[in-house]
């Protein structure tokens, strides 16, 4: 990698569905990198679930391969892109997941595991995927839910990274869909499930998604990074931008936020 900072975390269009059909393409991402002196990792969602069953996903029918050749296309003249992927876990695809990771593992440069959905459908990562599910399923079990399998996609050793550790929060908190009295929403379950990567060897992300949204902080929280940090969590970080004036606009927080990981 040409430079000394790397931001791990963008999604592409139209290789993300969640990016605008004129959003950014890797081309638009690698100019401003260029100019920004960051190196770029792509990480598109890959949601096996989708992948296998939905056509109009941009990786059914093993166009998993086509990503792979584009991107090799941009490396040949820039040194300082990456290819990764953003991988769904699904507790009842845990096999399926491994054979991908064997397939697929070495043929990309970094691979993040992350948890959006359970229940095909009802994404907690969404506003209206996350009112659907409120109104089927009581606050506690879901962030129980979401802890629990979270717990699961650690131990059971697919990813080496983990993305937005606790991305559950991103609507439930006290500005957006107020925790009722019985959830637990302390930093201590973030904390152990950091203390879980430590032990199973995984990297966790600082995700700065959560900048764009009212919670307004990083996933984890910079107090649950410190202390992650000081037990031995090895961080990434990631921008998860969708957009360019993103991407763009989150440059000095990621090389900030790397400073502050590692200071001189
Ligand atoms: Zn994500
Ligand atoms: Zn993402």
């Known amino acids: 990698m040409r430079f000394k900072f790397t931001d791990f975390h963008v999604h592409t269009t139209p290789w ?15 100019k401003i990198a260029e100019e920004q002196q ?7 969602h890959f949601e096996l679930y989708y992948v296998e069953n939905d056509k109009t996903n941009p990786f059914y029918n093993g166009r998993i391969d086509d990503y792979l050749e584009e991107i090799d296309i941009w490396k040949e003249t820039y040194d300082f892109i990456l290819s990764g992927l953003e991988v769904e876990y699904y507790e009842d695809k845990e096999i399926k997941l491994m054979e991908f990771m064997d397939d697929y593992g070495k043929e990309l440069d970094f691979i993040g595991g992350s948890i959006h959905e359970w229940i095909i459908g009802y994404p907690i990562t969404t506003k ?31 990813f ?4 937005h550790i606790d991305t559950i929060f991103r609507y439930i908190n006290n500005n957006e869909f107020i925790p009722t009295n019985d959830c637990d929403i302390s930093d201590d379950r973030v904390i152990d499930l950091g ?12 995700n700065l998604s959560g900048l764009r949204f009212p919670i307004n902080r990083t ?10 940090k000081k037990e031995g969590v090895e961080f990434f970080i990631g921008s998860d931008s969708h957009s360019l004036d993103y991407f763009k606009e989150k440059i000095p927080k990621v090389i900030e936020s790397y400073n502050l990981l590692n200071p001189i």
Not at 160 to 163: F, M, S, T
């Open 219 to 228: 996933f984890p929280s910079m107090n649950v990074m410190k202390q992650l």
């Open 128 to 158: 209206d995927g996350l009112t659907k599910l409120l109104e089927k399923i009581p606050m506690k079990r879901i962030i129980d839910y979401y802890f629990e399998l979270s717990k699961k996609m650690i131990n059971s050793q697919i």
């Open 195 to 206: 203390r879980l990567c430590i032990k199973n060897k995984m990297k966790v992300e600082l």
């Open 38 to 44: 960051i190196n770029v990792c792509f990480l598109d």
């Open 16 to 30: 993300s569905v969640d990016v605008a059909e004129d959003g950014p393409t890797f081309e638009d991402y690698i």
């Open 160 to 163: 080496k990274n983990v993305c």
